[in-house]
């Protein structure tokens, strides 16, 4: 610093403060220009303040814990301000509202921005334009004092777009836009990913112009720029009662604007929001408002080459329609409207033959058309009856429903079923070839077994076979319990029943005799564990959040529990039972025996074993208590025998 400073003075100049008094007017002596008077502070010439030797030389040092000291000059810059390139008058202008251009220095601000990133800040006052403003670096943030207290207006009589938005990741907030004609356009958007929030538009003339445009194409060279998606434009207000749009937001692109939202606006608009091309898009929570004192317009519009729309959430107020779209494709789903609010609007839909959508609503305020859905909880997708009623859905585990939306397996139902009524019907040439009709009595064995079936609660039965039924087993049997004294038994074992009518291997205990069956073709009295199987949780669909899928994981791990327990008690169910032959073809475990031969029943120490006798030498005790009669050696060298009815 030149020249002397009063000492007096010295000790009280601290920080930016002080510096501000310290340098008055500059002396006007030439001979000794570093020496003021006592008691009067040196100035810094103007050469010197246009070079930031000022704010150099004054420290800064943030407030909380191990922070670093910087120069103020180093601080001031962390964030630009369009001020730092306008001139006094040009300021003054701006804060009082004087209709001064200024584009050149904003433009100016904007190209200040040489490296990825960086922030602007529009303070309060009016920013007047005369030609568009365009952003030079990806990451801008153009950041207005509030939507009520930063404007860029525009002269009358001039065609140009006020902002446009040419690189990605571009953030536009808290300003007011008020152009002076309708060929102003206030936001023109090619490029990806910007975020648009916390602004106000207002149309030069009600009911025209457009207030944000997103597209892919270049205005300028009119070239294709790829990668022009992904907005987040939300919580703007876009027109209000005299001053709304023709179209508030407004997409034309060639490839669409996929997974772009809109959220939480207030748009008043005939037409708020078009959508040509779309692709994925979500528009929630917006509020949306006809401009016109009858209804008119449609609310959200779909051009013929939109798909896979998600419209939930919003209100819609006083539109012929509020959502209308033009495609007529019946190959994909053209959208799925959920959870919007329809308030004096004439239809829900306006379409120009498309099928292919859903409109959803609790309280019945929306119509419900046929269609496909990507977004039903549990299910990838599904297809709805015009009454509501789910006809077909499949789940993200590959799982396909008739008349169901959801299920751990492959699901048939019929609604609304009666008893006796028929679920399914196969057909060929229009008629009936088999039905499996509604049966509600149970009772059936829930071991593992191919195919579990009812029984009709009326007639007891299961099956109805107009031919034979056909099967490979060669013997019929019957389960039944065996005593407790009774071991393991094997197929073909001669065993006794006792008085109980329980099997028993030992010879005292029997009273009559039978042979374990080999190869049953029917088994009877198979109801000694009916208890029902415990059923896998329901699989979430792919989008659930982490608190549903901590949970199924918990169920699973509950359902292993119960299901180790449930095969526990099976288990220990069937080492209790045996399956009796009772008739038909069984071997038993008796070698040497010749066809025609009967096998009877003999004690072996206190078990019991067989003897194969020819008929002349049998006596009528031995005959009444013979189990068979051989018909053939098995390969094993085993007697085949048929069955005796005890």
């Not at 009063?6 to 501000?20: E, S």
């Not at 648009?196 to 207030?211: E, M, P, R, T, V």
């Not at 005292?508 to 080999?518: E, P, Q, R, W």
Request: hydrophobic share 40%; with cysteine; aromatic share 6%.
């Amino acid at each position: 610093m030149a020249g002397i400073l009063n000492k007096t003075r010295r000790a009280t100049l601290v920080g930016a403060t002080a510096l501000a008094g310290l340098f008055a007017k500059a002396s006007t002596k030439a001979a000794t220009p570093n020496v003021v008077p006592a008691g009067k502070p040196q100035s810094i010439d103007p050469v010197s303040l246009a070079s930031s030797v000022g704010a150099s030389m004054v420290g800064y040092l943030a407030s909380g814990a191990n922070a670093v000291k910087r120069s103020l000059l180093d601080r001031g810059r962390d964030t630009i301000s369009a001020f730092d390139y306008m001139t006094p008058e040009q300021i003054a202008s701006v804060r009082n509202g004087t209709p001064t251009d200024v584009t050149a220095a904003l433009q100016n601000a904007i190209n200040s921005i040489t490296t990825y990133a960086g922030t602007i800040e529009l303070p309060p006052g009016n920013f007047r334009l005369s030609a568009p403003l365009v952003t030079s670096k990806p990451g801008l943030v153009l950041r207005g004092a509030s939507r009520y207290g930063t404007y860029l207006t525009a002269p009358g009589g001039a065609t140009f777009d006020m902002l446009r938005i040419a690189h990605q990741q571009v953030e536009v907030t808290g300003i007011i836009f008020r152009p002076a004609t309708t060929e102003q356009l206030p936001i023109r958007i090619y490029a990806g990913r910007a975020h648009i929030h916390d602004n106000y538009l207002l149309a030069a003339a009600n009911n025209a112009g457009i207030g944000i445009l997103l597209t892919d194409r270049n205005p300028t060279t009119g070239a294709t720029v790829p990668g022009a998606y992904a907005h987040t434009i939300d919580n703007n207000m876009i027109g209000d009662s005299g001053h709304a749009f023709a179209y508030g937001i407004a997409e034309n692109s060639t490839i669409g604007i996929t997974a772009t939202r809109f959220r939480e606006n207030n748009i008043i608009s005939n037409h708020p929001i078009q959508i040509k091309k779309g692709g994925g898009n979500v528009y929630r929570d917006n509020l949306l408002q006809c401009a016109g004192s009858a209804p008119v317009g449609v609310g959200i519009m779909l051009g013929a080459g939109t798909t896979g729309e998600k419209i939930s959430g919003n209100y819609f107020e006083g539109f012929k329609a509020m959502i209308e779209t033009l495609n007529t494709s019946n190959n994909h789903q053209i959208f799925h409207a959920v959870g919007n609010h329809n308030d004096n609007c004439t239809v829900a839909v306006a379409d120009a033959g498309a099928k292919n959508y859903v409109i959803e609503d609790a309280v019945q305020k929306c119509e419900t058309r046929n269609g496909w859905s990507t977004a039903y909880p549990g299910a990838s997708w599904r297809l709805q009856t015009a009454a509501g009623k789910i006809a077909f859905a499949a789940d993200n585990a590959g799982n396909c429903f008739l008349g169901a939306s959801s299920g751990t397996s492959h699901v048939i139902n019929r609604a609304e079923s009666t008893e006796g009524a028929v679920i399914l019907s196969f057909q060929a040439s229009g008629g009936p070839v088999c039905t499996i009709q509604d049966a509600r009595g149970r009772g059936a064995n829930n071991a593992n077994a191919m195919l579990w079936m009812n029984k009709s609660s009326t007639t007891g039965r299961s099956i109805n076979a107009a031919g034979t039924v056909n099967t490979s087993g060669a013997d019929y049997a019957e389960y039944m319990r065996k005593a407790d004294t009774c071991g393991p038994v094997a197929k073909g074992q001669i065993v006794g029943i006792d008085e109980n009518g329980n099997i028993t291997d030992r010879w005292a205990l029997a009273l009559t005799f039978v042979a374990k069956s080999t190869n049953p073709s029917y088994v009877g009295g198979d109801v000694w564990h009916t208890d029902p199987r415990p059923t896998p949780p329901a699989i979430p669909p792919a989008n659930a959040e982490q608190a549903m899928l901590s949970y199924y994981a918990d169920e699973c791990a509950r359902h292993e529990q119960e299901l180790a327990a449930w095969d526990t008690a099976h288990e220990a169910a069937r080492l209790r039972m045996d399956r009796i032959a009772f008739a038909g073809q069984t071997p038993v475990n008796l070698w040497g025996a010749q066809p025609g031969q009967y096998v009877v029943p003999v004690q072996d120490g206190d078990g019991i074993s067989g003897i194969a006798k020819n008929e002349v030498d049998m006596t009528l005790y031995e005959y009444m208590r013979a189990v068979g009669k051989v018909v053939a050696i098995e390969t094993d060298g085993r007697a085949r025998i048929v069955v005796k009815v005890v």
